[in-house]
């Protein structure tokens, strides 16, 4: 077993909370307690928070390691725009939690060429990603005002059904009222009814939403065939 690979085991090992003794370390791994006492010192000094002595045991106390991974560029950048949010939150432990996991993934991922120099998020530092959360507000104010104005339209949006007798004209001003008001017609007529010459098909689709006529119906040839199945 490569020494590194032999650390990285050992740290496995006693991140679990319990004092492991050296020798019972050196003899799962088949190597003399001395050498096991000397990968400690070098996880020691490597920064790794071990704790313990020579005779009474070590343990890992704090941080949890996560087994190698290979991370996609998308995965990567999830992980980017997840610390940049963290960073935001208005918790000092946590904006100095996010800002360390950072440096330790722009680190290692540059180091060994995971991502690409030319790359964004995984390149730049998370500060560069938080400036588009800076708009963030503004985003979901303008989607919200949106969302409220078509709620707004749809409740105004009424079916407005008539019934009339004898002669009922419906000239260009009636239907763009009509429209202006957000209302679809349902016309039912016993007699005549005429639509104006000068109404034009998209008008008449867009206002009337069905035509019932006991008698007789006068319209343009391209406003009869634009509401050929809405009327009976």
């Known amino acids: 077993m490569r020494r590194s690979d032999r650390l990285s085991v050992i740290i496995e090992i006693v991140q679990d909370g319990r004092l492991h ?18 990968d400690f010192d070098t996880l020691v000094a490597s920064g790794i928070p071990i704790e313990g002595e020579r005779g009474v045991g070590y343990m890992l106390r704090e941080p949890v390691f996560l087994p ?4 996609s560029l998308t995965e990567l950048e999830a992980l ?10 208005a918790d000092a432990e946590l904006q100095t939690a996010a800002a ?16 690409p ?6 390149v730049y530092p998370f500060a560069q990603a938080k400036i588009g959360f800076a708009h963030m507000p503004r985003i979901r ?22 019934m009339e007798m004898g002669l009922r004209d419906y000239s260009v001003a009636d239907l763009e009222a009509v429209q202006a008001a957000n209302e679809v017609l349902h016309i039912k ?17 867009a ?22 199945d809405r009327i009976s």
């Open 21 to 38: 003794l050296a020798r019972d370390i050196a003899h799962s791994l088949e190597v003399s307690v001395r050498t096991i006492y000397r």
């Open 68 to 71: 190698p991974m290979n991370l």
């Open 80 to 89: 980017h725009l997840g610390m940049a949010i963290v960073s935001e939150a």
């Open 100 to 115: 360390s996991l950072t440096s330790k993934i722009n680190k290692v991922a540059t180091a060994n060429g995971t991502v």
């Open 117 to 122: 120099k030319s790359w964004g998020f995984g």
């Open 141 to 162: 104010t303008a989607i919200r005002k949106q969302l409220d104005h078509q709620s707004e339209t749809v409740t105004r949006s009424i079916d407005r059904h008539t």
């Open 189 to 205: 007529v016993v007699g005549l009814a005429r639509i104006a010459r000068d109404v034009t098909p998209e008008l008449a689709l």
């Open 207 to 228: 206002t009337i939403g069905s035509i019932n006529v006991l008698g007789a119906l006068q319209a343009s040839t391209e406003v009869k065939k634009a509401l050929g």
